[in-house]
């Protein structure tokens, strides 16, 4: 019964900014890696930011300084807040945890759409 769902995404002018939010329902065992993803069609998934539950965190080039990520565990959540958008962010960003045992669990995806 693990339910990943994003929320936030939607259309933004370059240089605006955009907050997604990972909303996490179920019995998850305890979390070892989260993320966000982001997917072109016909092109590669690929990572955006994502955070260890020690608290480290990586960001793709493309995006850092631009973009944070953040949880709260108390409310099983995960944003990332996205400033100075520009057009080739536009993807389909996708939620992804892994617990200890490696178990994946991924969302269905929300669309940010970067135009003018």
């Known amino acids: 019964q693990v339910q990943i769902v994003e929320s936030g995404g939607g259309l933004v002018q370059p240089g605006g900014s955009l907050r997604l939010s990972c909303l996490a329902s179920?019995?998850?065992?305890?979390?070892?890696?989260r993320g966000w993803y982001r997917q072109v069609p016909g092109k590669q998934r690929e990572v955006v930011a994502t955070?260890?539950?020690?608290?480290?965190?990586f960001y793709a080039a493309s995006v850092e300084g631009r973009f944070t990520i953040a949880t709260d565990d108390a409310k099983n959540t995960m944003t990332l807040q996205m400033n100075n958008l520009r057009p080739e962010d536009t993807a389909v960003y996708y939620c992804?945890?892994?617990?200890?045992?490696?178990?994946?669990?991924w969302g269905r995806g929300t669309q940010v759409t970067v135009s003018a």
């Open positions: 992804r945890l892994v617990d200890h045992s490696r178990r994946d669990y």
């Open positions: 179920g019995s998850i065992e305890s979390i070892y890696v």
């Open positions: 955070t260890t539950s020690g608290g480290s965190t």
